[in-house]
């Protein structure tokens, strides 16, 4: 008589998964129908309703969260990266702009024309590398993001959720998204 409640426990706790489903369900369904319709049709109600069985434990709910934790970082990590090298060329800036006055209160005003022709030279140079090292931070951060990415398309495969794979096509970065 004993394992009468356990079946009726097992009852319950089959509903009331059923019923999280269900609700899960009709929240992706919710969800869904503010997306374009060319992201509509891509999701079919096989995925949603296997979207929403993933989701039911929590678990998917704590890997994403994780994810995000990580994502942050790597975003804080690489904003601050950036921001080192800006304040570098400020200061480099700075300097040559020190070094320039300096040369000049010094000058004989026969090499003036001579003199800042030549400062006019080191200023565009150092333009020039600054340009060069910026953007090679930004496509540094670009690549690192795309890792970023591809790490987060990778976990959320191999944990089962549904219509996660890896890719570098747009469409389904904003999909997955």
Do not use: W
């Amino acid at each position: 008589m004993e394992s009468y409640p356990a079946l009726y426990e097992n009852q319950s706790d089959s509903t009331k998964q059923q019923e999280r489903h269900y609700y899960l369900l009709s929240e992706l369904q919710n969800l869904v129908k503010d997306l374009p319709s060319s992201f509509q049709q891509r999701l079919s109600y096989t995925t949603l309703s296997d979207l929403a069985l993933a989701l039911i434990d929590g678990t998917v709910f704590e890997i994403v969260h994780g994810l995000l934790e990580i994502q942050h970082l790597t975003e804080r990590n690489l904003y601050n990266q950036r921001q080192k090298l800006h304040s570098e060329h400020r200061g480099l800036k700075q300097e040559l702009v020190r070094k320039h006055k300096e040369a000049l209160q010094s000058c004989k005003s026969h090499n003036l024309a001579v003199l800042r022709g030549n400062q006019q030279v080191e200023i565009e140079s150092l333009e020039q590398r600054i340009k060069d090292e910026q953007r090679m931070m930004d496509e540094k951060i670009v690549v690192e993001m795309d890792q970023k990415v591809v790490d987060q398309q990778t976990t959320l495969e191999k944990a089962g959720v549904p219509g996660f794979y890896i890719t570098t096509n747009p469409q389904v970065y904003k999909l997955e998204g």
